[in-house]
């Protein structure tokens, strides 16, 4: 009996390690109750938390970003991703490729990730101010017709430039109607 007890002892203290892990891994971001953006090193371009697929709920229901970092060797989970930088109009959708992390810009097309304005010219990252950017913290999530009209645009024209690279997310699995199938 006495065994038992230990075992029992044990499995608790286990369980409840196991659970305070998970819930300190909600710390990393302080609560994040209304915002659906979150900015990234070392651009601080936002990064979706409004997305279930991009940012998914910890253990307490803070959505947490699938990536730490958008630097130009970041490989995302999932493609494409999304990042926006508050002076424009429109976000990024981000892609993975040979040469590191690619971004499609409705205007300009599929580059290299970092956008050139957001690097020195020595090559060092210049974030952007957000303290210069009035309510970046309550900017709304994209739009749903935006997502539906520019996603397949920015995936054609990824697949064109790396047709090796596959499958992409839907705009319907971004925003969290459908479940990502593998």
């Known amino acids: 009996m006495n065994v038992r007890k230990k075992i029992i002892s ?8 196991i659970f305070l892990a998970k819930s300190a891994s909600g710390v990393i971001l302080p609560s994040t109750s ?14 979706p938390l409004w997305s279930p697929l991009l940012s998914p709920p910890n253990i307490l229901g803070i959505p947490i970003p699938i990536v ?3 630097a130009p060797n ?21 892609y993975n490729t040979p040469l590191g992390m690619a971004y499609y810009d409705p205007i300009f097309g599929i580059d290299l990730w970092p956008p050139r304005y957001l690097t020195s010219p ?9 303290s210069l ?3 970046w913290s309550t900017l709304k999530p994209t739009s749903t017709s935006w997502l539906t ?3 397949p645009v920015a995936n054609n024209a990824y697949y064109t430039s790396y047709p090796q690279f596959a499958p992409l997310l ?6 969290g109607l459908t479940a990502l199938v593998p």
């Open 10 to 17: 044990y499995s608790l203290i286990i369980l409840v390690a």
């Open 34 to 47: 209304g915002l659906d953006w979150w900015p990234l090193p070392p651009y601080n371009t936002l990064w």
């Open 68 to 70: 730490n970092s958008l």
């Open 74 to 94: 970041t490989v995302l989970p999932v493609t494409p991703g999304l990042t926006w930088d508050p002076n424009l109009d429109y976000p990024w959708l981000l």
């Open 122 to 130: 020595l090559g060092g990252a210049l974030p952007i101010d957000l």
């Open 133 to 135: 950017i009035t309510g």
């Open 149 to 151: 009209a520019t996603i």
């Open 170 to 175: 839907s705009p319907a699995t971004i925003l």
